[in-house]
């Protein structure tokens, strides 16, 4: 269950001695909501527009109602669960505080034979229950956020997952391909929101299932913890120049969610597959990125602002140009993951060829089939509507 190396060598991930860990206060989001160099009536109407009939829809191709009533739907589950506890409690669940949907659970530990049983049959819930990946690691606390972001308040206030739960499981929800191409526009927003409702299905009914096999289970979403470091270290791949995660099964097309546990179980090992040699080779999310929010740099410890981490070497988007760009748009961008030649459908053969192509010595061909056989340019929205 444990591994031999120190997790750091097995990541690859160049954690300083200034290190800090993060504070949900500072993630760009929260921001908008306390911060006057954030603040603005665009970024209010940019949420807004999350509810119709407060979309502010146009004429422009990808913009339209339809689009705006898809994108809007596509969030609707993941709306209802995070309001459930939030006018009495202020809670917002998967966004600032874990779910606490849950029922009461059996009060003695399930006797499973071993570990290896065990994950094995988590694993199949997890597929059942509409997980696209799943993987387990250790509790980290460098990645734990130092305090959690309250609306009521506008400020931090203390992270209420217990810190004696040795497992994390984190869950991967893919993003639809085709929506993604028509990216910039307010259709290529439903693949972000479905990957959220989904995952918050995945995530509820597998930490109930923990639950009712007597263990403890604590579910979460954008709350609570970085997820990117978390999913490197259970093994699911590895962090490209615009701070995506990159999987080898959906490449940057993957939402997460992480619960904690003290079931026992086995974790998985970080794997590398050749992005960070690919990424410097590559600066396509950088040219592509209209606000220049990604770094053309090598990675480093430079931070643009607050609510960037700090002491992790690495490649770091500035969130204020990036968040600014999508306040300006009306809607969320995903430019870079559009671009980005890991986007494939991977259950094409020949698109897992390339990607074997990608991890090898010949990865300037890769790079150069890419930009001859692949078309990155946006679709327009109508395309995806009328295609089958
Ligand atoms: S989401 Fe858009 S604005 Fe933000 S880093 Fe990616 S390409 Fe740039
Ligand atoms: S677009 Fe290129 S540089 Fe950017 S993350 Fe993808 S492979 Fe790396």
Redesign the pocket.
């Known amino acids: 269950m444990r591994h031999r190396k120190p997790i750091d060598e097995l990541t690859g991930f160049q954690v300083l001695d200034n290190f800090q860990t993060f504070d949900q206060r500072n993630d760009i989001y929260c921001r908008s909501q306390w911060d006057p160099e954030i603040q603005s009536d665009k970024a209010r109407a940019f949420f807004e527009g999350y509810f119709m009939p407060n979309a502010r829809s146009r004429r422009t191709d990808g913009f339209s109602q339809r689009d705006y009533a898809l994108r809007n739907a596509a969030w609707h589950v993941t709306n209802i669960l995070r309001d459930v506890n939030r006018e009495e409690t202020g809670r917002k669940e998967g966004f600032f505080d874990h779910f606490t949907s849950h029922e009461e659970g059996w009060p003695e530990p399930y006797p499973f034979e071993s570990t290896e049983e065990a994950t094995a049959d988590l694993k199949k819930i997890a597929h059942l229950s509409g997980a696209d990946l799943f993987g387990v690691c250790g509790y980290d606390e460098r990645w734990m956020y130092s305090g959690i972001f309250d609306e009521r308040v506008l400020d931090s206030k203390p992270l209420d997952i217990p810190d004696d739960l040795p497992h994390v499981i984190v869950i991967g929800e893919s993003m639809d391909v085709d929506l993604t191409r028509t990216v910039p526009s307010a259709l290529s927003g439903s693949a972000t929101g479905l990957g959220y409702s989904y995952d918050a299905l995945t995530l509820l009914t597998l930490a109930q299932y923990i639950r009712n096999l007597g263990y403890r289970a604590y579910a979460t979403m954008n709350d609570s913890s970085l997820g990117i470091p978390l999913a490197v270290q259970a093994g699911f791949g590895e962090v490209?120049?615009?701070s995506?995660l990159?999987t080898p099964e959906y490449g940057?097309r993957l939402r997460l969610g992480r619960i904690f546990t003290d079931l026992p179980l086995d974790h998985d090992t970080p794997k590398k597959f050749g992005?960070e040699a690919?990424?410097n080779i590559?600066?396509?999310?950088?040219t592509?990125c209209p606000p220049k929010a990604?770094p053309f740099e090598p990675p480093s410890d430079k931070v643009h602002n607050r609510s960037n981490l700090i002491g992790v070497a690495k490649w770091t988007v500035d969130a204020e140009k990036c968040f600014k760009f999508w306040v300006n748009q009306n809607t969320d961008c995903s430019i870079?993951i559009r671009?980005?030649?890991?986007?494939r459908d991977y259950k094409r053969w020949y698109h897992r060829l390339w990607l074997r192509l990608a991890g090898s010595p010949l990865r300037r061909l890769a790079?150069w089939l890419d930009d001859k056989l692949v078309d990155r340019g946006r679709h327009k929205s109508s395309w995806w509507w009328q295609s089958s």
């Open positions: 490209g120049r615009h995506l990159i940057p992005v690919f990424c590559c600066d396509r999310c950088a592509g990604i870079c671009v980005c030649p890991f986007n790079l």
